[in-house]
């Protein structure tokens, strides 16, 4: 259930307002580290809807207490809640402070007196407030070891953390415009901070930040200067211009921008800071990003390589197919030239899957573009003299690319088994039905495949074989094809297959693979 639900039941709030609640949760990770502490949404358990509150807002009825919707703990600093809190009720001494941080709108300051949540220190209640409605509580639960020293770093953080906080009272933050999705690698306050002021100079910078920025080139005095006057000096010579750098380094925009110098790359991110009265300047988070995007490249070059040897084992595979071709037209016995035939046919079928896989990154496959050529292909191959419709019912859909190559070659051995032997030189129809079903035990999905035609049939006899037992040389009536269609199925699909009449005249064929590893 969405942490939104208990909003979406009281039918006072829309959909913008469950929006910009799920960007502040997305996003509260920013607060949470420069505050050192635990941040809890909630709501209240006994809500009084706009209509019977008589004053066009809804609020919490006397005494009610409120829930724990969401909990997000600090990655600077200790937790204050060693459980989760989630679906928790917050202390009953907090209910009136709450209540009326609620109805007033403003930020409170409470100091529970009890051993319960939040008493390790003073809690900061801030309504969240969107179009003059309040939609849920924020509250900060921040601990302090006794007689523990504060930093410069601590003092900075918790002002910034202040700062947010207001503008999430406010409805200024999080802001509709900023963006929800990051390349890996996104900076977080850990990583580090440089706080700006209203005329975009630096005013303190974290150690972590600090050091980022020397690796990037940046030497002497920090404090008091503008960003965009230090970082463009150091970027890699004729490398692309940024058109976020200038809105990002000045702290404008909240964006995010990417530098490159000549041996780091650093990553930054702008929080603009502000009021109802104007701008107050920002924080910029940075992360010096360099072995990531190594990484990314080296990924990148192994994908490329990887395509590359597809590419290359196709080009080798047709290669093989032509020489079985021109070796075929020399055979002077229609047995050794049928041989050949199919070798090339089945060489081909492999060939053609390395081509599907050459043009992609990802480890599936979309096996009904795949299958689709394939299959008009091997009705056409195997009887040219004769008229053979085919027919597709139903998707395949991505398959793992460990069974393209043998389920192809499986549909090829009984797409040619249907018109050579079923058809038997006469017009008819094949057809391939693809879907999927469940496992009967629960275990796994299956794919089920169906190949069938409307030819002589095979009589009365159904044929089943898995496992162990279709590992067997070549029964009276089969030919190679049908112990490579066997092994197959039993070893590199790890399902079953079934031969039996179709109704209405003719073989159908169906073979179970398992999906699941």
């Not at 469950?18 to 502040?24: D, P, R």
């Not at 770093?153 to 406010?170: C, G, K, P």
């Not at 415009?177 to 990051?182: E, V």
């Amino acid at each position: 259930m969405a942490f939104t639900e208990p909003l979406r039941d009281t039918k006072d709030f829309g959909p913008g307002d469950y929006e910009w609640l799920h960007l502040l949760v997305g996003d509260w990770q920013l607060i949470s580290d420069l505050a050192f502490g635990d941040l809890i949404l909630s709501f209240p358990a006994d809500y009084i809807p706009a209509a019977g509150s008589g004053n066009g807002r809804g609020m919490p009825a006397p005494g009610s207490s409120f829930r724990v919707l969401a909990h997000v703990r600090p990655a600077t600093g200790p937790t204050v809640f060693h459980k989760d809190m989630v679906g928790e009720l917050l202390p009953d001494e907090l209910s009136g402070p709450l209540r009326a941080a609620w109805v007033g709108r403003r930020i409170e300051r409470v100091r529970p007196s009890g051993e319960g949540a939040g008493a390790s220190g003073p809690v900061k209640v801030v309504p969240l407030v969107r179009k003059g409605r309040t939609l849920a509580l924020l509250t900060l639960h921040a601990g302090r070891a006794p007689g523990q020293v504060v930093s410069r770093q601590e003092i900075v953080y918790r002002e910034t953390a202040d700062a947010l906080l207001r503008m999430a009272n406010e409805g200024l933050w999080p802001d509709f415009s900023a963006p929800t999705g990051s390349r890996r690698g996104a900076p977080r306050v850990g990583d580090g901070a440089i706080r700006l002021d209203a005329e975009d100079r630096v005013t303190y910078v974290s150690p972590n930040a600090e050091s980022a920025l020397r690796r990037l080139g940046i030497d002497g005095e920090l404090l008091g200067e503008r960003l965009m006057d230090l970082v463009p000096p150091v970027l890699v010579p004729g490398a692309d211009s940024d058109e976020t750098l200038a809105p990002v380094l000045s702290g404008r925009t909240a964006w995010r921008s990417e530098v490159e110098g000549a041996r780091v790359s650093v990553n930054f991110r702008s929080v603009p800071l502000r009021d109802r009265s104007g701008r107050l300047g920002a924080v910029l988070l940075c992360r010096d990003v360099t072995e990531l995007r190594r990484r990314d490249l080296e990924l990148v070059s192994k994908d490329a390589t990887v395509r590359e040897i597809h590419h290359r084992v196709k080009n080798n595979l047709q290669t093989v197919s032509a020489l079985l071709r021109l070796q075929a037209r020399r055979m002077t016995t229609d047995e050794a030239r049928h041989g050949l035939e199919q070798a090339m046919r089945r060489v081909a079928t492999i060939a053609m899957v390395h081509e599907t896989l050459s043009q992609g990154f990802t480890q599936n496959v979309d096996f009904d573009e795949l299958i689709a050529r394939q299959f008009r292909l091997a009705a056409e191959v195997a009887a040219p003299e004769q008229t053979v419709h085919t027919r597709i019912i139903g998707e395949f859909g991505e398959l793992p690319t460990r069974l393209a190559t043998p389920l192809a070659l499986v549909i090829n051995e009984l797409v040619t088994n249907a018109v050579e032997h079923g058809l038997a030189g006469r017009t008819g129809t094949v057809t391939l039905e693809a879907s999927r079903v469940q496992d009967v035990d629960g275990a796994g999905q299956l794919l089920e495949v169906v190949v069938s035609d409307d030819g002589a049939g095979m009589g009365d006899v159904v044929i089943e074989e898995s496992g162990v037992g279709a590992f067997r040389r070549a029964g009276g009536g089969e030919g190679l094809g049908m112990q490579i269609v066997r092994t197959l199925v039993a070893g590199e699909l790890g399902g079953w297959i079934r031969w039996e009449p179709r109704q209405g005249g003719g073989t159908e064929v169906t073979v179970c693979a398992r999906l699941d590893d």
